[in-house]
């Protein structure tokens, strides 16, 4: 697997054909690359350290739900408010944490990992239901993530000739 500091180079490289990818898996049977995509994840994320990587945390400005504030407050020992008034910022997809990489990254880990937000729970999204309607999301994930961005390199594989002529 790619290495954290070698992606985005890697990704700038196939960039272009990832989205041809993602246009060519549009018209692929939906039920069929669940599975496919799935298998993948489990296949990579079982040898995979997600804590050694982090590269999600450097990288991406988590969106926190109301509801997950007061856990990850009481946590840090701290207010609700002094927690929102020091970590989060109004965006227009909701409340997210004010800067990257994110204050709770530390050099062994996440320091909320217990009650960190669900988006990081469910960070890359590569087991979830309807990859098809995950493409654009998977593409730029696919800068961040050594796994999906491996899950796009078995993708154009396992299809092969039929992706090829297709581009």
């Known amino acids: 697997m790619l290495a954290p500091e070698k992606l985005k180079k890697a990704f ?9 990818l993602r246009a060519f898996l549009k ?7 669940d599975e496919l995509v799935h298998s993948m994840h489990q296949e990579l994320f079982q040898s995979y350290n997600c804590i050694s990587c982090s ?8 969106i926190i739900e ?5 856990a990850i407050s009481i946590k840090l020992g701290i207010s609700v408010d002094e ?4 970590y989060l910022v109004e965006t227009e997809d ?7 990489p994110c204050p ?6 996440c320091s909320i990992y217990e009650c960190r937000p669900n988006v990081c729970k469910e960070y890359p999204y590569t087991d979830k239901e309807e990859i098809c309607t995950r493409l654009i999301n998977l593409v730029g994930n696919s800068e961040v993530c050594p796994v999906v961005f491996e899950i796009f390199e078995k993708l154009k594989k396992h ?9």
Do not use: A, H
């Open 27 to 33: 018209g692929q049977d939906e039920d069929e690359l």
């Open 66 to 70: 109301d509801s997950e504030i007061k």
């Open 55 to 62: 590269n999600c945390c450097k990288e991406i400005v988590p």
């Open 159 to 167: 299809y092969g000739d039929e992706f090829e002529e297709y581009k």
């Open 104 to 109: 709770f990254l530390t050099k062994e880990g």
């Open 12 to 20: 700038q490289k196939v960039e272009d054909e990832n989205w041809m």
């Open 94 to 100: 909701g409340l997210s944490i004010n800067k990257k």
């Open 83 to 86: 927690f929102s008034n020091r």
